[in-house]
C-alpha cells in the first residue's frame, strides 16, 4: 500500500498526503523514503505544478521522525553511512525542484520530519498545542542524518539552531515563527483560509523563495556572533565548554553534532551533508546509542502501561487534598494547582501553610522568569491553592496524598482521622519513602483505597513517581494513580510493598558502602569523583547531603530493620546522626560544609577508621556499584518490579544513574554475569556478607544469561 497520495487542482497546486498504512503516526522508513524519492524523480517532468505542498492526514502529527527500529539495526557504520547518504539525496531532491514547496505543519514534526520540512521552500504552521519542531537525535545517541545539521543554522543561524541541535530540544509553533523556523502561523480554527492566501502569495511571487537566515537579529553584537568567522568561532567554543560541562565528555553525540555545524557553516551544503554522513556513521553503531535506543521504547511501553492487568475505567481527577506543608508537601500542593487541579492543603499550623504557599509561588514566578508562564496564568493558578488547619474542603477531593512526617504511628493516626472526612470514593495515597503501606492502610474501613504515591525531591524536577500496591490495594486505585501521575506529567512505575520500595532499596546500600569506604580510609573527594566520572550527577556523600542526612538515616534504618545485616548501618553514619546541626545541605555541614559557590569536605566529622588500606579506584567503583546490581537482583527475584527494563528506567529517573549506560542492569549484562558474580565473591571475601552474590546472579551465571535475556524469558 502506497504512504503518499497527490492531487492537484487546476492552479497548479499540487498537494502529496503522507499517511503512512497501519500506523499511528508518519514516520520516515527505508520503503517511505524510496516512495518518496520515486515520487519527487517523477515531478521533474512536470510543467504543471505550480507549487507542491506537503501535508499529513494523522491528526497531530506531521512526520514523527526516522524508523527508530532501522536505525536500531544498523551495527556495520558503511551501512550507517549509506543510509544518511539516501536519506540526504532525498531531501535534496525536494530542495532542488524547480518549483516551490510548502511543508504544512499542524501537529509533531521532529527528528527526519523536520529535516524533510527544512528542506522545503516555506514552512507554514498551525498554532496548535500539538505542533513540536526539533532534532531530538542526540537523545538516541546519534546526530540528525538527512541534513539538519546542515540546513536549521543556515536558516535560523547558529546561535538558535545549536540549543535544538545539541540538545534536542524543540520548539511551539510561538517560538519556530520568533526564530524564522516557520514563515507563517495561523490559528487552528481558520488554518485552511491563512494556508489559502499564503499559497496565492507564493504562486503571485509576493513570497518570493530566499535564502539564508530568516531570522532578526536583535543587534550588531548579535549579528556578529552569527555571520562572522570570529563572532561563530566564539559561539561555537562556548558552546564547547558548555557541552563539557554539562556531559563531561560521556556523550558523543552533542560534541559531533557540534562538529557537524562547526564544519557546515564555512563550507558549501554538499561536503557539510557529507561530513554529517560520516559522522552519523560513527555514533550509530557504538553501545551508547543502542543503550539510549532501548531507553527510548522502554519509555514508549511506561506511556501504554496502565499499571493493571485489566482495563479500568477512569474517574476525573480534579480535586486534591495534600496532608503537609513542609517541602514535599509543598511541592505537590504546587504541581497539582499546575496542573489544573484544585487543591486543599492541610497542617498543623498556620507558619507551615503559609510556606507551601511561599513554595509555590516561588515555583510560579520561576516559570514566569522564563516566560513560560504569564503573570495572570499565575495569578489564576495560585488561587487554586487554599489551605487550612482542618479537613475543610476535603470531601470534595478525589485524591488526597499524604506527606507528613515518616513515623508509622502518627500516620496512621492522621489516615483514621482523614477516612472521617473524605467522600466513599476518595482515594488516599502515601508519599512514604519507605514505611509499609498495608501496615498504614491497616487503620482504613476501606484499604483497598489506599496506595503509595512516592514522589522523588525536588517534585518540579523528579520525573519518577512510584506508585505502591499495598496487600489489599485495588486494581482501580493502582490503575487511577499510574493515570494521574501521567496527567502530571510524570513518569509513574507500579512497584510491590516492601521496605525502601525499590529505588530507595536500590540507592541507601550505595549510600552506605560510600561510608563505609571513608572508614576504610578513602578521602571523600575521591568516593564521589569515582561515581561521577563513572556518570552519575552527583557523588553519594554529596547525595546524601542533598537529601538531607536526617532523610537518609531514617530510611536506612529502615532498611536495616527489614533486611538485616546486609542492610546494616554503617558505625560512622550512626555516629553523624547523633550530632546537632549536622544534616547535610539544609543545615550547612553533612560530609561537606555548605554556605558558598563552593563546597568542601567536613573536616571536623570523626570517621571511625576499620583499620583497611589500599582500596583502589577500580574497587571503589565495584564496592558502590555492584552493592546496587546485587540488591536489584533481588528485587526482580522478588517479583518487586515486573520488568527488568522498568527497573532501569526507574534508577536513571530517581538516582540519576548514567542514561548512557542504559540502566543498572544493562550495566550489568555489559560487565558480563560471570563478572559479576566474581567480583561479588571477591569484595564477600574482603568485606563480608553484604556482597554474597543474590541467588539470582548465580542462577544467571550458571545458565549462561543476561537480565535482558532473564526479561524476555520470563
Given amino acids: 500500500m502506497s504512504a503518499f497520495s497527490f492531487n492537484i487542482d487546476d492552479r497548479g497546486v499540487a498537494t502529496l498526503i503522507f499517511d503512512l498504512p497501519n500506523e499511528k503516526v508518519n514516520k520516515l522508513s527505508t520503503d517511505v523514503m524510496v516512495e518518496l524519492r520515486d515520487l519527487l524523480t517523477s515531478f521533474n517532468d512536470r510543467k ?14 506531521f512526520i514523527a521522525g526516522a524508523d527508530i527500529k532501522e536505525i536500531e539495526d544498523i551495527t556495520d557504520p558503511q551501512e550507517g553511512f549509506e543510509k544518511a547518504s539516501m536519506g540526504q539525496g532525498i531531501m535534496n531532491q525536494l ?235 509543598g511541592g505537590i500542593a504546587w504541581l497539582f494547582s499546575y496542573r489544573g487541579g484544585i487543591v486543599r492543603i492541610k497542617d498543623v499550623t498556620w507558619p507551615a501553610i503559609a510556606k507551601a504557599f511561599k513554595t509555590a509561588s516561588e515555583l510560579y514566578q520561576g516559570l514566569v522568569k522564563k516566560r513560560k508562564l504569564t503573570e495572570s496564568e499565575m495569578t489564576m493558578a495560585m488561587h487554586h491553592l487554599s489551605g487550612g488547619l482542618d479537613f475543610t474542603g476535603f470531601s470534595q477531593a478525589n485524591v488526597v496524598v499524604e ?91 507500579v512497584v510491590e510493598n516492601c521496605p525502601g520500595f525499590l529505588v530507595n532499596r536500590i540507592l541507601i546500600p550505595y549510600v552506605n558502602e560510600a561510608v563505609r569506604l571513608l572508614e576504610d580510609g578513602v578521602s571523600l573527594p575521591i568516593i564521589d569523583k569515582v561515581a561521577v566520572d563513572f ?43 547523633q550530632l546537632k546541626g549536622v544534616l547535610g545541605k539544609k543545615s550547612g555541614k553533612g560530609f561537606y560544609i555548605h554556605g558558598t559557590k563552593e563546597k568542601f569536605p567536613n573536616l571536623d566529622l570523626k570517621i571511625e577508621q576499620s583499620g583497611c588500606v589500599g582500596v583502589s579506584e577500580a574497587e571503589v567503583r565495584d564496592r558502590l556499584f555492584l552493592i546496587m546490581v546485587n540488591e536489584a537482583a533481588r528485587c526482580l527475584a522478588e517479583g518487586i518490579v515486573k520488568k527488568v527494563s522498568y527497573l532501569d528506567m526507574a534508577m536513571i529517573l530517581g538516582t540519576g544513574f548514567p542514561p548512557f549506560r542504559g540502566g543498572l542492569m544493562r550495566y550489568a549484562d555489559s560487565l558480563g554475569i560471570d563478572i559479576v558474580k566474581g567480583k561479588l565473591n571477591v569484595l564477600k571475601e574482603k568485606y563480608g556478607s553484604r556482597f554474597e552474590p543474590a541467588p539470582l546472579i548465580n542462577e544467571l551465571a550458571a545458565s549462561k544469561l543476561t537480565f535482558g535475556q532473564w526479561e524476555i524469558g520470563g
Fill in 95 to 329: 530542495a532542488f525542484l524547480e518549483f516551490p514547496t510548502i511543508a504544512v505543519i499542524e501537529g509533531v514534526a521532529l527528528g527526519g520530519g523536520l529535516e524533510l520540512a527544512l528542506a522545503c521552500s516555506f514552512r507554514v504552521a498551525s498554532d496548535s498545542s500539538k505542533v513540536q519542531l526539533g532534532l531530538p537525535e542526540v537523545n538516541l545517541g546519534i546526530i540528525p542524518g538527512f541534513g539538519g545539521t546542515q540546513r536549521l543554522p543556515r536558516l535560523i543561524g547558529v546561535q538558535q539552531a545549536l540549543p535544538m541541535i545539541l540538545a534536542g530540544k524543540s520548539v511551539d509553533t510561538k517560538a519556530a515563527s520568533k526564530v524564522g523556523l516557520i514563515d507563517a502561523s495561523f490559528s487552528e480554527v481558520f488554518f485552511e483560509d491563512g494556508l489559502t492566501g499564503f499559497v496565492d502569495d507564493v504562486l503571485s511571487g509576493k513570497r518570493p523563495v530566499s535564502y539564508g537566515i530568516r531570522r532578526k537579529f536583535k543587534g550588531m553584537i548579535d549579528q556578529f556572533l552569527d555571520t562572522s568567522f570570529i563572532g561563530r568561532a566564539l559561539v561555537f567554543r562556548q558552546a564547547k565548554k558548555n557541552l563539557m560541562a554539562q556531559t563531561k565528555g560521556q556523550y558523543p553525540a552533542p560534541l559531533a553534532a557540534l562538529d557537524a555545524v562547526k564544519y557546515g557553516v564555512f563550507v558549501p551544503i554538499m561536503p557539510g551533508l557529507k561530513m554529517e554522513a560520516h559522522l552519523f556513521s560513527k555514533l550509530v553503531i557504538t553501545p551508547i546509542c543502542k543503550n539510549l535506543i532501548r531507553l527510548f521504547y522502554i519509555q514508549e511501553a511506561l506511556k501504554k502501561d496502565i499499571g493493571v492487568r485489566d482495563s479500568v475505567a477512569i474517574k476525573p481527577m480534579t480535586h486534591f487534598g495534600v496532608l503537609g506543608a513542609g517541602l514535599m508537601g
Fill in 403 to 493: 506527606a507528613i512526617v515518616e513515623d508509622m504511628a502518627i500516620k496512621k493516626k492522621v489516615f483514621e482521622e482523614l477516612e472521617a472526612n473524605i467522600s466513599e470514593e476518595a482515594i488516599i495515597a502515601s508519599n512514604t519513602s519507605g514505611l509499609s503501606i498495608t501496615e498504614m492502610a491497616s487503620v482504613l474501613k476501606k484499604p483497598e483505597r489506599f496506595v503509595g504515591m512516592h514522589f522523588f525531591s525536588p517534585v518540579h524536577r523528579m520525573p519518577l513517581v512510584e506508585v505502591i500496591r499495598g496487600e489489599k490495594t485495588s486494581d482501580e486505585t493502582v490503575a487511577h494513580i499510574v493515570q494521574l501521575s501521567k496527567d502530571l506529567k510524570k513518569t509513574p512505575i
Fill in 48 to 61: 504543471d505544478i505550480k507549487v507542491l505542498l506537503i501535508r499529513s492526514a494523522k491528526p497531530g502529527i
Fill in 535 to 577: 556518570g552519575m550527577p552527583l557523588g553519594p556523600l554529596a547525595l546524601a547531603d542533598e537529601v538531607g542526612l536526617d532523610v537518609g538515616y531514617k530510611v536506612a534504618k529502615q532498611l536495616q530493620e527489614g533486611y538485616g545485616d546486609r542492610m546494616a548501618i554503617a558505625k560512622s553514619f550512626e555516629a553523624i546522626h
